[in-house]
């Protein structure tokens, strides 16, 4: 750019702009609330799909029990699969 001339590309913004486009916009109030209702509905249903998910990983691999009990640190860290050198135990095997 050596004629000094620069053009700058301004991005287009992440959100859109709800003077053009508003889907809700057409919806009647009462409509407003069926909606706000049905997508609680559907994030409670989610949120149960979450739990019931969670507990048979936790079946399925008793190990990632031990983390979760343990506030999500890795089993090392935790010393579930830790096992003490003959050095630490006084073992001289």
Partial sequence: MADGNVTRIHPAPSIPNPLMHNPWAALTDE?????????KVRIDAAEHTVRSLEREAMRRNPAKRLVRDAGGRSADQVGAFHRPADSETGDDR
């Avoid at 407003?32 to 997508?39: C, G, H, L, R, V």
Wanted: proline share 0%.
């Fill in 31 to 39: 409509q407003i609330e069926e909606q706000i209702f049905a997508a």
